[in-house]
Protein backbone atom coordinates (compact mmCIF):
# COMPACT_ATOMS: atom_id res chain seq x y z
CA UNK A 1 0.00 0.00 0.00
CA UNK A 2 1.23 3.78 -0.64
CA UNK A 3 2.49 5.45 2.31
CA UNK A 4 -0.19 7.27 4.73
CA UNK A 5 0.86 10.69 3.96
CA UNK A 6 0.24 10.12 0.17
CA UNK A 7 -2.07 13.07 -0.70
CA UNK A 8 -4.44 12.78 -3.90
CA UNK A 9 -3.05 14.08 -7.21
CA UNK A 10 -4.91 17.19 -9.10
CA UNK A 11 -4.13 19.85 -10.87
CA UNK A 12 -4.04 22.58 -9.04
CA UNK A 13 -3.32 26.42 -8.88
CA UNK A 14 -2.26 28.39 -6.35
CA UNK A 15 -5.16 31.11 -5.06
CA UNK A 16 -4.38 34.27 -3.80
CA UNK A 17 -4.63 33.53 0.23
CA UNK A 18 -2.09 30.91 -0.21
CA UNK A 19 -4.62 28.16 -0.61
CA UNK A 20 -5.01 25.69 -3.83
CA UNK A 21 -7.97 25.42 -6.48
CA UNK A 22 -8.42 22.68 -8.85
CA UNK A 23 -7.77 23.52 -12.18
CA UNK A 24 -10.55 22.98 -15.00
CA UNK A 25 -8.51 20.68 -16.62
CA UNK A 26 -8.35 18.87 -13.35
CA UNK A 27 -11.58 18.76 -13.15
CA UNK A 28 -12.43 17.49 -16.81
CA UNK A 29 -9.66 14.66 -15.95
CA UNK A 30 -11.59 13.76 -11.88
CA UNK A 31 -14.92 13.70 -13.93
CA UNK A 32 -13.70 11.57 -17.03
CA UNK A 33 -12.06 9.31 -14.11
CA UNK A 34 -15.44 8.81 -12.45
CA UNK A 35 -17.19 7.92 -15.44
CA UNK A 36 -18.74 11.29 -16.16
CA UNK A 37 -20.48 11.82 -12.75
CA UNK A 38 -20.52 14.98 -9.97
CA UNK A 39 -17.32 15.27 -8.44
CA UNK A 40 -17.45 13.16 -5.01
CA UNK A 41 -14.65 14.38 -2.35
CA UNK A 42 -14.25 14.29 1.19
CA UNK A 43 -11.73 15.53 4.00
CA UNK A 44 -8.35 13.33 4.17
CA UNK A 45 -6.58 13.94 7.78
CA UNK A 46 -4.95 16.44 6.64
CA UNK A 47 -7.66 18.05 5.24
CA UNK A 48 -7.33 18.07 1.34
CA UNK A 49 -9.99 16.91 -0.97
CA UNK A 50 -9.74 13.17 -1.74
CA UNK A 51 -10.97 11.90 -4.85
CA UNK A 52 -12.48 8.13 -4.38
CA UNK A 53 -10.43 5.79 -6.50
CA UNK A 54 -7.92 8.61 -7.08
CA UNK A 55 -3.98 7.88 -7.09
CA UNK A 56 -2.31 9.24 -4.22
CA UNK A 57 0.89 11.41 -4.86
CA UNK A 58 3.85 9.65 -3.45
CA UNK A 59 6.75 11.22 -1.45
CA UNK A 60 9.01 12.94 -3.67
CA UNK A 61 11.98 11.06 -2.80
CA UNK A 62 11.23 6.71 -1.61
CA UNK A 63 13.92 4.58 -0.64
CA UNK A 64 11.88 1.79 0.55
CA UNK A 65 11.91 -0.92 -2.35
CA UNK A 66 8.98 -2.30 -1.05
CA UNK A 67 6.87 0.72 -1.03
CA UNK A 68 8.44 0.90 -4.89
CA UNK A 69 7.18 -2.32 -5.97
CA UNK A 70 3.57 -1.94 -4.96
CA UNK A 71 3.26 1.36 -6.54
CA UNK A 72 4.52 -0.66 -9.61
CA UNK A 73 2.18 -3.08 -8.96
CA UNK A 74 -1.25 -0.60 -8.36
CA UNK A 75 -0.25 1.27 -11.47
CA UNK A 76 -0.26 -2.01 -13.63
CA UNK A 77 -3.49 -3.16 -11.93
CA UNK A 78 -4.96 0.00 -13.26
CA UNK A 79 -3.84 -0.09 -17.17
CA UNK A 80 -4.86 -3.59 -17.21
CA UNK A 81 -8.16 -2.98 -15.92
CA UNK A 82 -8.29 -0.20 -18.09
CA UNK A 83 -8.32 2.13 -15.62
CA UNK A 84 -5.57 4.53 -15.71
CA UNK A 85 -5.32 7.48 -13.61
CA UNK A 86 -2.60 9.10 -15.68
CA UNK A 87 -0.34 10.72 -12.50
CA UNK A 88 2.16 13.10 -12.84
CA UNK A 89 1.81 14.57 -15.89
CA UNK A 90 0.25 17.98 -15.40
CA UNK A 91 2.11 21.01 -16.05
CA UNK A 92 2.99 21.90 -12.30
CA UNK A 93 4.58 18.41 -12.65
CA UNK A 94 6.76 18.96 -15.54
CA UNK A 95 8.17 22.46 -13.84
CA UNK A 96 8.96 20.49 -10.08
CA UNK A 97 10.84 17.34 -12.70
CA UNK A 98 12.41 20.31 -14.44
CA UNK A 99 14.41 21.10 -10.82
CA UNK A 100 15.27 17.67 -10.44
CA UNK A 101 14.34 14.05 -10.58
CA UNK A 102 13.50 11.14 -7.84
CA UNK A 103 12.59 8.56 -9.43
CA UNK A 104 11.59 5.37 -7.28
CA UNK A 105 12.31 2.87 -10.28
CA UNK A 106 14.75 1.49 -13.05
CA UNK A 107 12.90 -0.42 -15.21
CA UNK A 108 15.28 -2.26 -17.87
CA UNK A 109 13.05 -3.19 -20.43
CA UNK A 110 12.34 -4.34 -24.04
CA UNK A 111 12.73 -1.82 -26.87
CA UNK A 112 9.16 -3.12 -28.06
CA UNK A 113 7.26 -0.50 -28.96
CA UNK A 114 4.03 -2.51 -27.31
CA UNK A 115 5.78 -2.52 -23.46
CA UNK A 116 6.25 1.32 -22.66
CA UNK A 117 6.54 1.25 -18.73
CA UNK A 118 5.30 4.34 -18.04
CA UNK A 119 2.07 3.51 -19.58
CA UNK A 120 1.89 -0.19 -18.64
CA UNK A 121 2.75 0.95 -14.87
CA UNK A 122 0.41 3.81 -15.35
CA UNK A 123 3.12 6.49 -14.16
CA UNK A 124 4.45 10.03 -14.93
CA UNK A 125 6.81 12.65 -15.50
CA UNK A 126 10.28 11.67 -12.99
CA UNK A 127 8.41 8.63 -12.12
CA UNK A 128 10.85 5.48 -13.96
CA UNK A 129 14.56 5.55 -14.62
CA UNK A 130 13.83 3.94 -18.27
CA UNK A 131 16.76 2.01 -20.06
CA UNK A 132 15.70 0.09 -23.19
CA UNK A 133 16.95 -2.22 -25.42
CA UNK A 134 16.18 -4.80 -27.69
CA UNK A 135 15.31 -8.04 -25.54
CA UNK A 136 16.64 -6.12 -22.42
CA UNK A 137 20.07 -6.89 -23.26
CA UNK A 138 22.70 -5.77 -20.75
CA UNK A 139 25.41 -4.51 -22.55
CA UNK A 140 28.38 -1.69 -20.86
CA UNK A 141 26.62 1.22 -21.52
CA UNK A 142 23.09 0.17 -20.36
CA UNK A 143 24.60 -1.12 -17.16
CA UNK A 144 26.21 2.00 -17.17
CA UNK A 145 22.73 3.46 -17.34
CA UNK A 146 21.51 1.66 -14.43
CA UNK A 147 24.61 2.69 -11.98
CA UNK A 148 23.87 5.84 -12.38
CA UNK A 149 19.94 5.69 -11.33
CA UNK A 150 21.23 3.73 -8.48
CA UNK A 151 24.32 5.75 -7.09
CA UNK A 152 23.62 9.10 -8.12
CA UNK A 153 19.25 9.16 -8.31
CA UNK A 154 19.34 6.96 -5.17
CA UNK A 155 16.30 4.17 -7.03
CA UNK A 156 15.83 1.53 -4.16
CA UNK A 157 14.03 -0.87 -6.98
CA UNK A 158 15.25 -2.15 -10.73
CA UNK A 159 13.17 -4.09 -12.82
CA UNK A 160 14.13 -6.12 -15.52
CA UNK A 161 10.74 -6.40 -17.89
CA UNK A 162 10.67 -8.77 -20.60
CA UNK A 163 7.50 -9.58 -22.66
CA UNK A 164 5.45 -11.93 -24.31
CA UNK A 165 6.46 -13.08 -27.61
CA UNK A 166 9.92 -10.72 -27.65
CA UNK A 167 11.33 -10.61 -30.97
CA UNK A 168 14.65 -10.58 -30.18
CA UNK A 169 14.16 -13.81 -28.07
CA UNK A 170 12.41 -15.31 -31.27
CA UNK A 171 14.75 -14.67 -33.84
CA UNK A 172 17.60 -15.77 -31.15
CA UNK A 173 15.65 -18.83 -30.76
CA UNK A 174 15.23 -19.27 -34.43
CA UNK A 175 18.89 -18.90 -35.16
CA UNK A 176 19.51 -21.42 -32.76
CA UNK A 177 17.40 -24.22 -34.14
CA UNK A 178 18.27 -23.55 -37.94
CA UNK A 179 22.20 -23.22 -36.80
CA UNK A 180 21.90 -20.29 -38.46
CA UNK A 181 26.03 -18.13 -38.64
CA UNK A 182 26.43 -14.23 -38.34
CA UNK A 183 24.50 -11.83 -40.38
CA UNK A 184 27.67 -9.49 -40.47
CA UNK A 185 25.13 -6.92 -38.42
CA UNK A 186 25.09 -5.43 -34.80
CA UNK A 187 21.92 -7.70 -34.57
CA UNK A 188 24.79 -10.79 -33.72
CA UNK A 189 25.28 -8.68 -30.67
CA UNK A 190 22.00 -9.19 -29.37
CA UNK A 191 21.56 -12.33 -30.58
CA UNK A 192 25.25 -13.23 -28.57
CA UNK A 193 23.69 -12.08 -25.57
CA UNK A 194 20.63 -14.25 -25.48
CA UNK A 195 21.55 -17.07 -26.83
CA UNK A 196 22.65 -18.25 -23.66
CA UNK A 197 19.21 -18.01 -22.37
CA UNK A 198 17.61 -19.70 -25.29
CA UNK A 199 20.00 -22.88 -25.11
CA UNK A 200 18.72 -23.43 -21.93
CA UNK A 201 15.04 -23.61 -23.14
CA UNK A 202 13.90 -27.07 -23.46
CA UNK A 203 14.07 -27.61 -26.61
CA UNK A 204 11.21 -30.32 -26.39
CA UNK A 205 8.86 -27.66 -25.76
CA UNK A 206 5.96 -26.34 -28.92
CA UNK A 207 7.31 -23.34 -30.09
CA UNK A 208 5.13 -21.01 -28.55
CA UNK A 209 6.17 -23.04 -24.83
CA UNK A 210 9.66 -22.70 -25.67
CA UNK A 211 9.45 -18.65 -26.47
CA UNK A 212 7.88 -18.35 -23.41
CA UNK A 213 10.26 -20.29 -21.22
CA UNK A 214 13.09 -18.74 -23.28
CA UNK A 215 11.68 -15.36 -22.40
CA UNK A 216 11.48 -15.51 -18.24
CA UNK A 217 15.18 -17.38 -18.88
CA UNK A 218 16.45 -14.28 -20.37
CA UNK A 219 14.87 -11.77 -17.83
CA UNK A 220 16.15 -13.72 -14.99
CA UNK A 221 19.64 -14.17 -16.55
CA UNK A 222 19.47 -10.29 -16.67
CA UNK A 223 18.44 -10.48 -13.16
CA UNK A 224 21.19 -12.68 -12.25
CA UNK A 225 23.59 -10.29 -14.40
CA UNK A 226 22.79 -7.08 -12.10
CA UNK A 227 22.65 -8.54 -9.11
CA UNK A 228 26.23 -9.77 -9.71
CA UNK A 229 27.39 -6.44 -10.37
CA UNK A 230 30.02 -5.19 -7.45
CA UNK A 231 27.76 -1.85 -7.32
CA UNK A 232 24.13 -2.73 -7.40
CA UNK A 233 25.16 -5.88 -5.43
CA UNK A 234 26.41 -3.72 -2.70
CA UNK A 235 23.82 -1.35 -2.86
CA UNK A 236 21.09 -5.09 -2.46
CA UNK A 237 23.37 -6.00 0.84
CA UNK A 238 22.86 -2.72 2.05
CA UNK A 239 19.29 -3.29 1.78
CA UNK A 240 18.68 0.34 -0.55
CA UNK A 241 17.95 -1.53 -3.83
CA UNK A 242 16.16 -4.60 -4.82
CA UNK A 243 16.14 -6.62 -8.11
CA UNK A 244 13.63 -8.24 -9.51
CA UNK A 245 12.42 -9.95 -12.87
CA UNK A 246 9.00 -9.37 -14.57
CA UNK A 247 7.21 -10.42 -17.60
CA UNK A 248 4.43 -8.07 -19.61
CA UNK A 249 1.72 -10.61 -21.36
CA UNK A 250 0.82 -8.32 -24.67
CA UNK A 251 -3.15 -9.24 -24.59
CA UNK A 252 -4.22 -8.90 -21.03
CA UNK A 253 -1.61 -6.18 -20.48
CA UNK A 254 -0.42 -7.81 -16.92
CA UNK A 255 2.87 -7.75 -15.63
CA UNK A 256 3.88 -10.78 -13.50
CA UNK A 257 6.60 -10.60 -11.31
CA UNK A 258 8.78 -13.76 -11.01
Request: with cysteine; charged share 20%.
Amino acid sequence: MLPENARPTTDREPEPGGGTATTRRGLFRWGAVLGGGALATACGTDGAPVVPGAVRERPEEIADPDVALELLREGNARFAGAREQHPARAEERRLRVAEGQHPFAVVLSCSDSRVPPELVFDQGLGDLFVVRTAGQVVAPPVLGSIQYGVEHLHVPLLVVLGHEGCGAVSATLEAVEKGSGPSGTAIDSLVDAIRPSVERAPAGAGGADRLAEAVRLNVADGVAALSADPLLAGAVQAGHLRVVGATYDLHDGEVAFL
